[in-house]
């Protein structure tokens, strides 16, 4: 029984990694394909992108990317294609624009802000250490004296 159990979990992993063959014309349409199906983003699993997803619109946006490029069109028509219809979400690397700025800029800012914290919180930690470790002033060793012979009666 645990052998077929194993051979059935097998034969599903296997299934799942399963690649799909094109055929091209040209071998460099082939790569052509290749390398822009593994620069835009699936719109499902978006940690993915179009060759790695198993999402059925990625198998629907692979379809059109292999249309396009089998038509003869450029990866950066093909992209563009892809770009007019699902915005700058469907790259990896979005170009700069007004609308991605603070996707290129933001990571930046949160680190300069991460290290002023951090500046502002070791000079607290300074200046209370400083100002812990100075000895009393007169008149406040004079009211500590006071306070304790209060306390004391």
Same mark, same amino acid.
């Given at each position: 029984?645990? =052998?077929?159990?194993?051979? &059935?979990?097998?034969?599903?992993?296997?299934? !799942?990694? !399963?690649?799909? @063959? +094109?055929?091209?014309?040209?071998?460099? /349409?082939?790569q052509?394909?290749?390398?822009? @199906? /593994?620069?835009?983003?699936?719109? #499902?699993?978006?940690?993915?992108? *179009?060759?790695?997803?198993?999402?059925?619109?990625?198998?629907? %946006? +692979?379809?059109? #990317?292999y $249309? @396009?490029?089998?038509?003869? /069109?450029?990866?950066?028509?093909? !992209?563009?294609?892809? &770009?007019?219809?699902?915005?700058?979400? #469907? %790259?990896? +690397?979005?170009?700069?624009?007004?609308?991605?700025?603070? %996707?290129?800029?933001?990571?930046? =800012?949160?680190?300069? &802000?991460?290290? #002023?914290? *951090?500046?502002?919180? !070791? +000079?607290?930690?300074?200046q *209370?250490?400083?100002?812990?470790?100075?000895?009393?002033?007169?008149?406040?060793?004079?009211? *500590?004296?006071?306070? /304790?012979?209060? @306390?004391? $009666?």
């Amino acid at each position: 029984m645990r =052998i077929w159990l194993t051979l &059935v979990a097998l034969c599903a992993a296997l299934s !799942a990694h !399963a690649t799909e @063959i +094109r055929q091209f014309d040209d071998p460099a /349409k082939q790569q052509r394909y290749e390398n822009l @199906i /593994k620069e835009l983003r699936c719109l #499902v699993c978006q940690n993915q992108s *179009l060759a790695d997803s198993d999402a059925d619109l990625a198998k629907d %946006l +692979r379809d059109e #990317v292999y $249309g @396009i490029i089998q038509g003869g /069109k450029s990866e950066s028509e093909a !992209a563009q294609f892809l &770009v007019d219809r699902y915005g700058d979400f #469907v %790259l990896y +690397r979005p170009p700069l624009k007004a609308n991605t700025t603070l %996707l290129w800029v933001g990571p930046f =800012i949160l680190l300069a &802000v991460g290290i #002023v914290f *951090l500046i502002r919180q !070791a +000079r607290r930690r300074s200046q *209370l250490r400083a100002h812990e470790a100075a000895p009393l002033s007169d008149e406040e060793s004079r009211r *500590l004296q006071e306070l /304790k012979n209060k @306390i004391e $009666g």
